[in-house]
T-cell receptor, first 110, second 114 residues
Framework: EDQVTQSPEALRLQEGESSSLNCSYT??????LFWYRQDPGKGPEFLFT???AGEEKEKERLKATLTKKESFLHITAPKPEDSATYLC???????????FGTGTKLQVIP | ETGVTQTPRHLVMGMTNKKSLKCEQH?????MYWYKQSAKKPLELMFV???????ENNSVPSRFSPECPNSSHLFLHLHTLQPEDSALYLC?????????????FGPGTRLTVL
């Protein structure tokens, strides 16, 4: 059974304090790993898709990386508007079977 | 983001009511999904439709009944729900199912069952 574990569950940062969120996964065969951002009461907003180990993608202060066992979402010099829950999901094949983690709730304090 | 819209945004219903959730996507996608999101739990896939055909029913109770009249519209009909069904119901779409296409989500319907 596919498993996705995100850590930490919650993270509190001072504005400008860089850090990383972790997504560890166990799947039979990875076809894609997705990162989403979710604000309270809203649907997840797509950030990145990574397909193979060694791949990296960047968007503003966010950078996502992928290895054979885990993915990191690096946040450089975060701002209060980066506060949200960040979700990781993996697609392991089958007929669109995507497994989500429980998310990391990030709070950035001014 | 108006790619995937959902109505209503909030719904309160009694256990004996019948209501429907609506989802519409404007992205030209062929696959649509219903998810349930409860506090402290990962998103739970409920139903998948590809080209209007249901391809996945993740052991969802029969009090939830999906309908997909075309590739742009998806409904979730609700009847005789239980309080534990209270959650955020999310609709998503992707280019196709069966491949690692990115899913794009709507804003969700916050459902409260009294």
């Amino acid at each position: 059974e596919d498993q996705v574990t995100q850590s930490p569950e919650a993270l509190r940062l001072q504005e400008g304090e860089s850090s990383s969120l972790n997504c560890s996964y166990t799947v039979s065969g990875l076809r894609g790993l997705f990162w989403y951002r979710q604000d309270p009461g809203k649907g997840p907003e797509f950030l990145f898709t990574l397909y193979s180990a060694g791949e990296e993608k960047e968007k503003e202060r966010l950078k996502a990386t992928l290895t054979k066992k885990e993915s990191f979402l690096h946040i450089t010099a975060p701002k209060p508007e980066d506060s949200a829950t960040y979700l990781c999901a993996v697609d392991s094949g089958g007929y669109q079977k995507v497994t989500f983690g429980t998310g990391t709730k990030l709070q950035v304090i001014p | 983001e108006t790619g995937v819209t959902q109505t209503p945004r909030h719904l309160v219903m009694g256990m004996t009511n019948k209501k429907s959730l609506k989802c519409e996507q404007h992205l030209g996608h062929n696959a649509m999904y219903w998810y349930k999101q409860s506090a402290k739990k990962p998103l739970e896939l409920m139903f998948v439709y590809n080209f209007k055909e249901q391809t996945e029913n993740n052991s969802v109770p029969s009090r939830f009944s999906p309908e997909c009249p075309n590739s742009s519209h998806l409904f979730l009909h609700l009847h005789t729900l239980q309080p534990e069904d209270s959650a955020l119901y999310l609709c998503a779409s992707s280019l196709n199912s069966g491949s690692a296409d990115t899913q794009y989500f709507g804003p969700g319907t916050r459902l409260t069952v009294l």
